[in-house]
């Protein structure tokens, strides 16, 4: 598929510059930079009108890389991932290698290893997890579809990947959060 390896090609070169983009994830459209880079998390937080101390969602490729960022992933989580019927982002303790203000203030992150297979290879070729924030601003509801996208976010953005504009987004991902003492809490069903 020619269009998905130009929109790759074309999205890692914004990314790798600390610029943002617009695309599409396997529940919503999002707002996403380079995870480990803050100048880039302060644009998103500053397009968004965002509180810093909210945080924000990480997309990585798979398991190696979920790896790479968390000092350590709970047992448990590999065997949520494997069973969850919809995409599950992870709240993990002690993330590491990424922006300090893309993690939350009691130093966690949410992390969700993606099955998209457009975000999955952004991911891969990028070599570091990806910012996925809800393209609206902060407060506003979550577009449900591309065309409910607001004029403000579309030119906040460096760049907008032309891919699936005209599908319905699913709901926003389950979240989990596991504490390292072993606690598992549903933050969002």
């Known amino acids: 598929m020619e269009d998905k390896k130009t929109e790759i090609q074309n999205c890692l070169a914004v990314l790798k510059k600390g610029g943002i983009i617009l695309y599409p994830t396997d529940t919503v459209w999002g707002i996403g930079c380079d995870a480990t880079n803050a100048d880039a998390i302060d644009k998103i937080f500053a397009l968004k009108k965002r509180a810093e101390s909210k945080s924000m969602i990480c997309l990585v490729s798979d398991f190696k890389m979920l790896n790479e960022y968390v000092e350590e992933v709970p047992e448990v989580a590999y065997d949520i991932l494997k069973y ?29 290893v993606t099955k998209d297979p457009f975000c999955k290879e952004l991911t891969r070729r990028l070599r570091r997890p990806l910012v996925s924030t809800s393209a609206n601003i902060s407060g506003q509801p ?14 906040g953005v460096d760049y907008v990947v032309n891919l699936h504009q005209s599908k319905k987004s699913s709901k926003p991902s389950a979240i989990i959060k596991l504490s390292n003492d072993g606690t598992v809490k549903v ?3």
Do not use: G, H, M, W
């Open 84 to 112: 969850a019927a919809k995409p599950t982002s992870i709240i993990y303790d002690d993330p590491i290698r990424v922006a300090e203000n893309v993690i939350a203030e009691d130093n966690t992150l949410a992390i969700r």
């Open 142 to 155: 979550t577009p449900d579809s591309f065309s409910q996208i607001s004029p403000e976010i579309l030119k």
């Open 187 to 189: 933050i969002r069903k």
